[in-house]
Structure formats: structure tokens, C-alpha cells
């Protein structure tokens, strides 16, 4: 009979033991198991707005919004913006002459949100990039014919951001600086205007040294941009 209850006692905590690693088991799976996938909810523009980011290009080019950060992520809903921030209607902040950034900085617009309490402020030098788009490289080609600037390099590898150039030396508008073609020139440069500011021999390699940084030529302009007389001219230089 002792015999018995032995057997029935060890049956017993073998049974125990076993239930233990089957939660056990149940609550972590093995190694090299994949986890349940966890479901992804799908965007719906319908209550979140359009999926594709809005690109606007003025007052300057390039401006990013997406309705999916600021609706699905922030949780915003479309009444936060529409229609007392923004009317309803694309293209319409554009055609404002007061959808500016000194605008957002008196709380319209963007900066209903964006004033450094809500949101981060939208005219912060080390935000720019936000929501900014910068071009990659921009070619002058006036008043000689080219030069190369890339944006990539100046923000990206030496750490500028927009306000470094923006406004004070160079306005934030295509071509306007071309459009100065007597005073845009390389003896404003060595007056530390424009690029020179920076390309002084201090700060920067001076502006009337290494031309070939940046001045490319009509050749290199052609051939940059698949002119078929680089081709003819390839075999000559």
C-alpha cells in the first residue's frame, strides 16, 4: 500500500511539473520561434486625410506635410486645422501672401501648433529640416557659366543649417541671386558677401583660391546636364 502511494505521489508531481513547463511553454516560445505578428492598423484616408505627403513651393520650394504624422501618429483630427488654420482646398495657403514664415512665427498657419509649446517652433534654426527639403545641387549660371553649390555637403557635412545662409546672405528664392548679375560676382565675394562670408581663407578656403571647386565651366555644365556637345568636346580636354 506504501508502494502505492509512492507511485501515485511521484505520478502526481510529474504531472505538476509538466503542467509548469506547458504555461511555461505557452508564454515563451522557444528560441529561434517567430512572434505573433502584431497587426498593423491600415491607413484610412478617410479619417486621417490624404496619404500622400502634401509638397508645397511657396513662399519657398519643397515644404513637406504629411497628414499621417499629424493625424494617425499625433493624434490630431481633421477639424484641428480644417477650416480655422487651413481652408479646405488645395493650393489655397499658397495663393496667401501672409503663408509666410514670419507668419507662422505670429501664430497663423503652421504656427498655430508649431510656437515652441505645442509643438516645436517652426522658425527654429535646428528644425528647418522638419519640414524643409533642400535641394541637392544647385547649378548658378549666372554671372558665368557654372557654378556648383551642394547643399548636401554644407548641412549634412559641416553641420550648417538654413539660418547659416538664409536670409541674410542668400534669399531663400530660386534664382534670385542671378538675378543681381552686378553685384552677384566674384569681387563681392571678396568684400565677404555671398559666398565669400564663409570662404575667406578663415573659415573656409577662400573663395579666390581652388576654382575648380565650384566652377565647373560650360563644359562641365553640359556634360552635367547630357548636352551633346560634351560629347564633341570630350576628346579634347
Not at 74 to 97: N, P, Q, R, V, W
Request: charged share 25%; net charge negative; glycine share 8%.
Amino acid at each position: 500500500m506504501k508502494m502505492n502511494t509512492k507511485i501515485l505521489c511521484a505520478f502526481g508531481a510529474a504531472a505538476c511539473v509538466g503542467m509548469l513547463f506547458s504555461v511555461v511553454g505557452m508564454a515563451d516560445p522557444p528560441a529561434g520561434a517567430s512572434a505573433p505578428a502584431t497587426k498593423v492598423e491600415a491607413y484610412d484616408e478617410d479619417t486621417y486625410g490624404p496619404e500622400k505627403d502634401i509638397v508645397w513651393n511657396k513662399p519657398v520650394p519643397r515644404v513637406l506635410f504629411s497628414h499621417k504624422i499629424h493625424t494617425m501618429d499625433a493624434g490630431l483630427s481633421c477639424d484641428s486645422c480644417h477650416d480655422d488654420i487651413f481652408t479646405m482646398e488645395a493650393g489655397a495657403a499658397e495663393s496667401k501672401e501672409d503663408f509666410t514664415m514670419a507668419s507662422f512665427k505670429d501664430g497663423n498657419y503652421c504656427g498655430a501648433c508649431h510656437d515652441g509649446s505645442t509643438a516645436f517652433d517652426a522658425n527654429s534654426p535646428e528644425k528647418c529640416a522638419s519640414c524643409h527639403t533642400p535641394p541637392g545641387t544647385i547649378v548658378f549660371t549666372k554671372p558665368v557659366k557654372a557654378v556648383v553649390f551642394d547643399h548636401k555637403e554644407h548641412v549634412n557635412d559641416f553641420g550648417f543649417n538654413c539660418t547659416s545662409c538664409h536670409s541674410d546672405l542668400f534669399k531663400m528664392i530660386i534664382g534670385d541671386a542671378e538675378k543681381n548679375e552686378k553685384e552677384f560676382i566674384m569681387e563681392a565675394l571678396y568684400q565677404k558677401k555671398y559666398c565669400g562670408a564663409c570662404h575667406d581663407g578663415e573659415q573656409a578656403f577662400a573663395s579666390n583660391t581652388r576654382c575648380n571647386t565650384c566652377h565647373i565651366g560650360v563644359l562641365g555644365f553640359d556634360r552635367m546636364f547630357g548636352n551633346a556637345n560634351a560629347e564633341k568636346e570630350k576628346g579634347r580636354h
